[in-house]
């Protein structure tokens, strides 16, 4: 008999990803978040229902979306596309009809076989090193759903990473935990003010879970965007290395540096806040700071 924790809303699959944790990975993307990180790259991950992007460079105006809205979102005039996305129930149907690609669709529920299917798919490369990662969004925001991908990938044989800005109840992560075999975990600003307000959330439950997580064995890497303007000064670099020498089973520090491949989906989105472009960091800049960090705390640091 199947339950609502076999299925669950998805925003891609991603195959041969290298940067998700250990060896060659296919990565899972979860929707739902409680974060609004200002430098976010995956803003379509926000909602856990799905939703439509409108690629406007793409569309030739045909009307065809119009005549499939059954909700009325979409209209033609004067040559223009109009778009009312607070019409859209994501239902596709203008995704379906669009010639162009004008219109894509961000999420589709899938289940956990479906999922655990595809990526055995990549089985092959997983017999000297890799598995499955599960992020997001926040892969916890479906702690269910996720818990039951973890069980289902490690009864496959997969290593298993999550992902995790570690922003939700602690009995969750304690439920995924004999699944997985690295945590990927957030550590994205110094300070809980500063964090709220980049953020939206305070920083006191991600902490107290890092450290819940430390103590139950759990192997940890730590995952530091490196934003400028908000987060590449020695206040955060300090943190990084506080927050290391508390961690017992912290493998290695991972300093990610912003892109702002974000902006663009903020506006197919139709998300009009934190759309402004950042200049991405420079690598000379980043790799004196892994340096400092690797040196101060003795853990490998690496810039991805």
Known sequence: MQNSHDFGTIFDIQHFSVSDGPGIRTTVFLKGCPLRCQWCHNPESYLPSSQVMFYAEKCKVCGACEEACPAGCHSISGGVHRFNRDA??????CV???????LQQAGRTMSVDDVIAEVMEDTFFYEHSGGLTLSGGEPMFQPGFAISLAKAAKGNG?????????FCKSEYLQQIFPYVDLF??????????????????????????LL???AMGGQIVLRCPMIPGRNIDDEHIGGICRIAGQLNHLTAIHLEPYHNIGVSKRERLGISENSQMIEPPDRQVLQSIAEAIQTETGINTIIL
Do not use: F, M, W
């Open 88 to 93: 859209c129930t994501g239902c596709s149907q």
């Open 96 to 102: 379906q009809r669009c010639p162009t690609g004008a």
């Open 184 to 209: 990927l975990y957030d550590y994205k600003l110094t300070g809980s003010e500063k964090h709220k307000a980049y953020t939206g959330v305070s920083q006191e439950l991600i902490l107290q879970n």
């Open 158 to 166: 997969l290593h298993v990473c999550l992902e995790t800005s570690g």
């Open 212 to 214: 819940l997580l430390d």
